[in-house]
C-alpha cells in the first residue's frame, strides 16, 4: 500500500511537472530580440534600429513637472532612444473628459509601452500589450487639471519611434 502511495504521488507528480514544462504553447513572454531556446537577451548594440531614425524634437522630456511636451488633440511623434529614456506629454483638462490615447509603433523594432498619469504623477492605467503594433488607452477623466502620457520602453531595453494621438470627448 505504502509503495503503491508513493509510487502513485511520483506519477501525479510527473504529470504536473510534464504539463509546467510543456513548451509547444506560444511563448506568454515572448519577446523581440529573445532567442527563445536560451531565454537571453542580445546587447542593446545588436537590437534592430532604424537607420535613417530621426531626433526626437520633443526632447528633453524626461520629466513630467519640468519638461513634459504639451500635447492637445492630434498627434506627436517621438523616439524613445537610447533605450532608458522616458518621454512625457502634457494636456490639460477644463472640464470632465473621455480620453483615448493611441501609441503607434512597431512591435518588431521594439517593444515601447504607454501610461497615463493623473496631476499628481500617480498612474490611472497603462497600455502594455505583448506581440501588438500599438497600444490603445481609453479612460473616463473625472477632475479638471493636467494630465500626463508616459511613453518608455519595456524593462528599458528598447528604442523606437512612435507617433503618439490624443483624443479628448
Ligand atoms: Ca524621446
Ligand atoms: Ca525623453
Same mark, same amino acid.
Do not use: Q
Given at each position: 500500500m505504502r509503495t503503491a502511495g508513493v509510487s502513485g504521488l511520483v506519477g501525479l507528480l510527473s504529470a504536473a511537472c510534464s504539463l509546467a514544462l #510543456?513548451?509547444? &504553447?506560444?511563448? %506568454? #513572454?515572448a519577446r523581440p &530580440?529573445?532567442? /527563445? !531556446?536560451?531565454n537571453t537577451m542580445p546587447t542593446i548594440d545588436a537590437l534592430p534600429r532604424r537607420p535613417d531614425a530621426a531626433p526626437? %524634437?520633443?526632447?528633453?522630456?524626461? /520629466?513630467? !513637472? !519640468?519638461s513634459a511636451t504639451p500635447i492637445a488633440m492630434g498627434s506627436l511623434s517621438g523616439r524613445i532612444d537610447p533605450a532608458e529614456d522616458v518621454d512625457y506629454f502634457r494636456f490639460t483638462l477644463a472640464a470632465p473628459a473621455h480620453v483615448t490615447i493611441v501609441l503607434k509603433y512597431h512591435w518588431l523594432d521594439g517593444d515601447i509601452d504607454v501610461e497615463l498619469l493623473d496631476?499628481?504623477?500617480?498612474?490611472?492605467t497603462q497600455g502594455v500589450g505583448l506581440e501588438t503594433d500599438d497600444e490603445v488607452i481609453e479612460w473616463d477623466l473625472a477632475d479638471s487639471g493636467d494630465y500626463f502620457i508616459k511613453v518608455f520602453s519595456y524593462q528599458m531595453i528598447f528604442t523606437n519611434g512612435y507617433t503618439v494621438q490624443l483624443t479628448i470627448l
Open positions: #510543456d513548451f509547444d &504553447g506560444p511563448l %506568454l #513572454d &530580440g529573445v532567442d /527563445s !531556446a536560451t526626437d %524634437l520633443n526632447e528633453p522630456n524626461d /520629466s513630467p !513637472a !519640468a496631476t499628481k504623477y500617480k498612474r490611472l
